[in-house]
């Protein structure tokens, strides 16, 4: 159930902005993180926004990066915004970028966007 509702609402998303919170939280950055490393749905940034995140970042980089359990492309997905208007400015340069025509970014703009 729980999966459910993050798929349907990730089909609407073209951009993720995560907040620092619990094991929920973490649960769906990492969900989001895999959706959009195995392409179940479109390139959008997932933003941290907040003081944990780096620590997440660099333990990330550590282990699981150096194990080789995931490419150095997948941790670029990701990125960090200390307030919210650094969040708002990686949204809008991704939304530049898509405007520009950047053919890997967000193709369920079009599809599911609410004018």
């Not at 520009?100 to 004018?115: A, V």
Request: with cysteine; charged share 30%.
């Amino acid at each position: 159930m729980f999966s459910s509702r993050l798929d349907k609402f990730m089909l609407v998303s073209n951009a993720v902005v995560v907040a620092p919170g619990g094991v929920g939280t973490l649960l769906e950055l990492f969900y989001t993180w895999q959706l959009v490393q195995v392409k179940h749905v479109c390139h959008i940034p997932i933003i941290l926004m907040g003081e944990p995140w780096p620590e997440l970042v660099q333990w990330l980089r550590k282990w699981p990066l150096k194990r080789r359990y995931f490419d150095k492309k997948d941790l670029d997905m990701l990125f960090w915004a200390k307030d919210f208007k650094q969040a708002i400015e990686v949204i809008d340069e991704a939304y530049k970028e898509f405007k520009r025509g950047k053919k890997d970014f967000c193709l369920n703009f079009k599809r599911y966007r609410i004018d």
